[in-house]
């Protein structure tokens, strides 16, 4: 099971790797999204420090669905769904492989890039390493729940926007905690609950995401 | 009861516009969706009849049973 | 309506020993379905008169709020059947997807339109209920929020199962959805609370619910089951034009349509 899942994880990354220009794509509407807002709300300081976490999470979470109809969408083209749908291996361990490297190629790079686009908004310094730990485990989530909704459009006419249309409103509660969590850190509150939240939710999302992706894969195959 | 004449009624304590346009969309809604789950069945069976005919089986006919969906 | 007509020749209705579980197949069902409807909407047509009378003629003026209040008969309502549909609907989603039955996931997609349409409502009438009583339309609460939620929620499914076209993929693939979204309504419901308690941005506190007088709950309850009656009954008329759909290919279908073509 762990060959599989590490199998399929060597292979998107690599895949991903050929491809890197469609990774930068990704990188780059998360950056030009965040700096839209200051010639959206003014560049009051006062303002841009308050408005900061919101919308970074806000852009990441946007960035996170930019490509999130393409994760199975390669693999349904050329047949090779198929293929590991009809394999013996657990369906589980190899679509937990893909949602992996699908987070390594397009989540962390988000992850990466925020504190220094947080510096453009004035953001306290203390409070950097909780926008990163927070969208650290938040944009884990988002890839994983993103994938069932992946899952389910396969194929589907109009793919694209009802898979927003169906993710979006479950993204919510990720982006209010994690949001949340650098506001409560700069409200002087500390940002342990809702990190201690976020991780909870991650937790959930890894034990219950892959089977309804797994089970969405077959539906759709059928 | 509670209204001492039908224009105090319709006035509802002056905030009548806001109640009144409540129920107003609520009727309109539940109106239109009668019409609407109505109107569906009738262009389904339309629809099938044609559907029907289109494949060969005539009304009144021995329409051969063709392939079951179970 | 010639139901009689409609039922299988070789299994005559009501008299077979089997327990009411032969109403699953949607053969059954249909003609089922055809004669309880009138009753629910008929149930549903009175209680709403009853109802409405009770709330505008028999309920006392609200001590705090005056007339405006009025809109609770219809609000509250909404806003549970709203919540309560999509419970049934992933209940529905559930059954079809452990038991294999065709006619739950029927069941589920002809609920989710109303569930929508109540939700509108009541975000609509709470809408309208707030400028008089908070001064604003529309205020950043909890309740209001994941209300907003829900009915995106019910958009997703709708958009997810009419956008499909292969009915058999469509009924599970919207069952996923449908349990996906269930599971995070809590979540949802919990998340925006938390974050409402948080930015207290809004001084109006609606947990204070006015106490209520006996009339006008009377009034409430009634007009609630009327919104289950008629959920019911749209929902069995919709149930009918699916299974025709569905079980086209089907000789049962084929001498319902004769019958209902014959009768134009």
């Given amino acids: 099971m762990l060959t599989v899942f590490l199998a399929v994880l060597r292979r998107d990354l690599l895949l991903s790797w050929r491809g890197r220009a469609d990774l930068l794509v990704t990188l780059a509407f998360f950056v030009i999204v965040v700096c839209l807002f200051p010639f959206g709300v003014g560049a009051e300081t006062n303002q841009l420090r308050a408005i900061a976490p919101g919308v970074l999470w806000v852009a990441a979470l946007l960035a996170s669905l930019l490509s999130l109809h393409r994760l199975f969408a390669q693999d349904h083209a050329d047949g090779t769904l198929e293929q590991l749908l009809l394999s013996s291996e657990p369906a589980v361990s190899w679509v937990a492989g893909k949602v992996v490297a699908y987070w390594l190629t397009t989540g962390l790079p988000l992850v990466v890039a925020a504190p220094g686009l947080a510096l453009l908004f004035d953001v306290e310094q203390g409070a950097l390493p909780v926008l990163t730990f927070s969208l650290a485990l938040g944009t884990p989530i988002l890839a994983l729940l993103g994938a069932v909704g992946a899952a389910l459009t396969l194929g589907v006419r109009g793919g694209g926007m009802l898979l927003a249309l169906l993710i979006l409103p479950l993204y919510v509660p990720v982006l209010i905690f994690g949001a949340g969590a650098v506001e409560a850190w700069l409200g002087g509150t500390g940002a342990t609950a809702h990190l201690l939240l976020l991780g909870g939710g991650l937790a959930g999302a890894l034990a219950l995401a892959p089977w309804a992706c797994a089970a969405a894969l077959r539906i759709a195959m059928e | ?70 | ?264």
């Fill in chain 2, 1 to 70: 009861m509670q209204w001492e004449s039908w224009s105090a009624f319709w006035q509802m304590g002056g905030a009548g516009v806001y109640v009144w346009a409540c129920y107003g969309l609520t009727l309109a809604l539940i109106v239109a969706e009668l019409v609407l789950v109505i109107r569906r069945r009738k262009d389904t069976v339309t629809r099938l009849l044609r559907w029907r005919r289109a494949v060969g089986k005539d009304v009144g006919g021995q329409g051969a049973r063709v392939e079951s969906v179970e």
């Fill in chain 3, 1 to 264: 309506m010639t139901n009689e007509r409609m039922t299988n020749p070789d299994n005559p209705p009501g008299r077979s020993p089997t327990s009411w579980l032969r109403f699953a197949a949607p053969q059954q069902f249909y003609p089922l379905a055809g004669r309880l409807a009138p009753w629910f909407a008929c149930t549903a047509a009175v209680l709403t008169v009853v109802g409405l009378y009770i709330g505008f003629f028999v309920a006392p003026t609200d001590f705090q709020q005056g007339e405006v209040y009025r809109v609770i008969f219809i609000h509250v309502p909404a806003a549970w059947m709203s919540m309560f549909i999509y419970l049934v609907m992933a209940f529905w989603a559930a059954v079809g997807l452990v038991m294999n039955t065709r006619l739950s996931f029927i069941m589920s997609q002809a609920l989710a339109p109303t569930g929508a349409m109540f939700c509108f409502v009541a975000l609509w009438t709470g809408a309208l209920w707030g400028k008089p009583t908070w001064g604003t339309y529309w205020v950043w609460d909890a309740r209001l929020t994941s209300q907003l939620l829900l009915l995106f929620l019910y958009f997703g499914f709708i958009a997810l199962t009419r956008a499909i076209e292969d009915p058999r993929r469509a009924d599970r693939a919207g069952a996923i959805i449908a349990l996906v979204g269930a599971v995070n309504v809590p979540i949802i419901y919990f998340s925006v609370q938390w974050w409402n308690t948080l930015h207290q941005g809004a001084s109006v506190s609606l947990t204070k619910a006015p106490s209520m007088a006996s009339t006008m709950l009377a009034g409430m309850l009634l007009m609630s089951i009327a919104a289950w009656m008629y959920s019911i009954a749209v929902a069995l008329w919709r149930v009918r034009a699916l299974i025709l759909e569905r079980e086209r290919h089907t000789e049962w279908v084929g001498e319902v349509l004769e019958a209902e073509g014959r009768a134009r």
